[in-house]
């Protein structure tokens, strides 16, 4: 997975053309589950489950860099667990620089923050490399 961004969630990344849930493009979907969607006037992302909506960050370039940051951050898997602790307690604030919102409470990025800091990363699936994401530029799933 070599270049590949990390983002803690178990579902599959989706391409356009984007399946609507709630009248937001899905970009990810665990079927039954949740799903992360976009909210086109906002331009937030966010998590749908049984529960409601959450904020997962703020934009989409804001989950590409936060993925950015996750994905640094995860120890190779034969790390101590004094390095698995460490890393726990410092991504929410790496990623708090980035989106403030995205590392509050028990917000998704705050809970795989404390997941890694106990050494439970477990298999991610990466976000498809796309053109734009990177850069910020809105994608189709995000325009009106």
């Known amino acids: 997975m070599?270049?590949?961004?990390?983002?803690?969630?178990?579902?599959t990344w989706a391409g356009p053309p984007y399946r609507l849930r709630a009248?937001?493009?899905?970009?990810?979907?665990d079927p039954g589950v949740?799903?992360?969607?976009?909210?086109?006037?906002?331009?937030?992302?966010?998590?749908?489950?049984e529960d409601g909506e959450s904020v997962l960050n703020s934009s989409p370039a804001m989950l590409v860099e936060c993925a950015r940051r996750y994905t640094a951050a995860v120890p190779a898997p034969d790390a101590d667990d004094d390095r698995w602790e460490a890393i726990g307690r410092d991504l929410p604030a790496r990623i708090r620089v980035i989106d403030p919102a995205a590392a509050?409470?028990?917000?998704?990025?705050?809970?795989?923050?404390e997941e890694v800091g106990y050494g439970m990363h477990g298999p991610t699936r990466p976000v498809p490399r796309r053109p734009g994401l990177s850069?910020?530029?809105?994608?189709?799933?995000?325009?009106?």
Do not use: H, N
């Open 135 to 144: 850069t910020g530029r809105r994608r189709d799933c995000c325009r009106r």
């Open 2 to 11: 070599a270049g590949e961004l990390l983002v803690p969630y178990p579902g």
């Open 104 to 113: 509050d409470g028990e917000s998704f990025w705050a809970v795989a923050a």
């Open 34 to 49: 949740t799903a992360i969607v976009v909210d086109r006037d906002s331009g937030t992302v966010l998590l749908l489950d």
């Open 23 to 29: 009248g937001r493009p899905v970009i990810a979907d």
